[in-house]
């Protein structure tokens, strides 16, 4: 080979190097850029999660304050239930008792008339 054969063959085999690092570099750039991408989107679901987890110890609270006014409003319903029991049987006595009185008045009536 002569001299100028070799610088040619020289030549291209550094254009094929720095092409071939440049592929690389790009590569490489693509990746951390992907990696960085990444990254923020973990980021923000740690935040999201954050928020999620705060939202959900602030609703548990807010259930376990809410629990005894429950409790509370169940055992009124049931004592309302008993009492109103109570005065249905009590107005049905009443109204016999009534309905009796007027029987036994008009008897009295009907008889001296």
Do not use: C, N, Y
């Amino acid at each position: 080979m002569s001299p100028a054969e070799i610088d040619v063959a020289v030549h291209r085999q550094l254009g094929e190097l720095v092409a071939g690092m440049r592929g690389l570099q790009d590569s490489i750039r693509r990746i951390e850029e992907g990696a960085r991408r990444a990254e923020d989107k973990a980021a923000r679901l740690v935040e999201r999660v954050g928020e999620l987890e705060a939202s959900v110890s602030t609703i548990g609270a807010e259930v376990a304050e809410m629990r005894p006014v429950t409790d509370d409003v169940r055992r009124w319903k049931l004592m309302g239930i008993g009492a109103l029991g109570v005065t249905g049987i009590a107005a049905m006595a009443l109204g016999v008792s009534f309905a009796e009185a007027i029987r036994r008045v008009v008897f009295v009536v009907m008889s001296k008339g």
